[in-house]
């Protein structure tokens, strides 16, 4: 199975020089065949009142017509002409075999199965247990939410695919779904980079940034970063999302028409506004979170000899990585291959790559979705209050056993030394 997955692999992004017929940056491409149909039934044809009778016989002149239009083999028939959209190939094997069928639905099924659960205990945890919300504490309860409901779209995605490609709930919740689980993603993206900004502006600037570290600055951003993340995607609900395949079945979002040109304006606008503009916003303040931690002078080089600052350190680096992470392998893969397609489009007017581009943008749209499995890092490593509600759930349930043990020993040495003293007597 894995030998088979990463040929598939392999003929994707092989694919993706091949020559094409056409594709939108972010769809198959759709054809239409127009097959004509003829009915060879008599037609009787209603003739006009004879305005004057002395030119002929009316029925004479009637009977003639209709002798004309219903003999045999005669072209007087109805044509019919049935139009039905198609797909290349290439399209029609990638959306009916094995890697969208099997390797799609088991990581997105892992996905709902780790992060679900994951998300859910870390947004009660963000929202009930901790009172005394910092600023970071907002920004994760809000990530943890926006993981939450992108794990819990995932189900549709499995039987989606599962079935072959096609869509059974009908073009209004194919719209709604599409601008949901972009808007998400894309909701993610903007908030570990407002996480980052913050973290930031707490190690660099600690007493300056107090009042822009405030929890209601922190809501009235994350409320932003949601308005802006839902606009984003909300042309998606404006545009015809399903397509009847002949070859397939009724596909949601992967078969669009080429020739629309509002496609490639939006979707190069949002690769730019919701990765590539937060990717450098981000990695700008992890350099700086790096470089303030690094130790300046002997008496800095003593100080980080410490545990606290060692600690300190390591969970810095951890989260750099975590985040690099998210980033490299979740997010730019699927935005790379998006963008570079979209301006070659731009450029020669061309398609390139076409199906192949997009059947590897499917691929890294699928893995990028593991993201909501990786920010449960970022809020063990990113919040002290986080850290500090696990280690009392921990501490509480490791009290809870030892005192049951305790009492439980404590019962068995009363037996035990109950039984000598009932047998004394005077």
């Known amino acids: 199975m894995e030998v088979r997955a990463a040929l598939l692999l392999m003929t994707a992004a092989y694919a993706v020089t091949a020559n094409s017929n056409g594709s939108d940056p972010r769809s198959f491409a759709v054809f239409r ?31 003639k017509l209709r002798s004309l239009c219903n003999s045999a083999t005669q072209n007087c028939s109805r044509v019919a002409s049935v139009e039905t959209l198609h797909v290349s190939d290439l399209a029609k094997t990638f959306l009916t075999g094995p890697l969208a069928t099997g390797f799609f639905p088991t990581i997105y099924s892992l996905v709902f199965l780790v992060s679900v659960p994951l998300n859910t205990v870390a947004f009660v945890v963000f929202t009930c247990r901790i009172r005394q919300k910092k600023s970071v504490v907002v920004y994760m309860s809000q990530l943890a939410l926006a993981d939450l409901l992108f794990g819990l779209l995932l189900p549709l995605k499995v039987h989606y695919y599962a079935r072959g490609s096609d869509w059974v709930f009908g073009e209004a919740a194919c719209r709604v779904f599409t601008t949901a689980f972009y808007g998400y993603m894309n909701l993610s993206v903007l908030l570990v980079m407002c996480m980052s900004v913050d973290r930031m502006l707490a190690v660099a600037y600690p007493f300056v940034s107090l009042f822009w570290r405030k929890p209601w600055i922190a809501a009235l951003v994350c409320a932003g970063a949601w308005i802006l993340a839902m606009v984003g995607t909300i042309p998606l609900l404006t545009m015809q999302q399903t397509m009847k395949i002949s070859q397939v079945g009724t596909t949601c979002h992967d078969v669009l028409h080429p020739e629309d040109p509002q496609y490639l304006i939006l979707f190069s606008t949002i690769s730019c506004l919701f990765f590539f503009l937060p990717l450098v916003i981000t990695m700008a303040c992890y350099t700086v979170i790096l470089l303030t931690l690094r130790p300046q002078n002997s008496f800095q080089g003593a100080l980080a000899s410490s545990s606290l600052s060692r600690k300190r350190r390591k969970r810095a680096m951890v989260t750099v990585c975590a985040v690099m992470v998210e980033f490299v392998v979740c997010f730019a893969p699927a935005n790379v291959i998006l963008l570079v397609h979209c301006l070659l489009l731009g450029m020669d007017g061309k398609t390139a790559g076409g ?34 509600q696990i280690s009392i759930a921990l501490w509480w349930r490791k009290g809870k056993q030892a005192s049951r043990a305790f009492q439980s020993s404590s019962s068995q040495e009363t037996c035990q030394y109950s039984l000598p003293c009932g047998s004394i007597t005077h």
């Open 33 to 63: 065949k127009t097959q004509e149909t003829s009915t060879y039934e008599p037609i009787d044809y209603p003739l006009p009142e004879e305005k004057h009778p002395e030119k002929g016989n009316i029925s004479t002149r009637r009977s």
């Open 355 to 388: 199906d192949g581009m997009y059947a590897a943008y499917m691929v890294a749209l699928c893995l990028g979705s593991v993201s909501a499995c990786l920010d449960p890092l970022l809020y063990y490593f990113g919040s002290s209050q986080c850290r500090q």
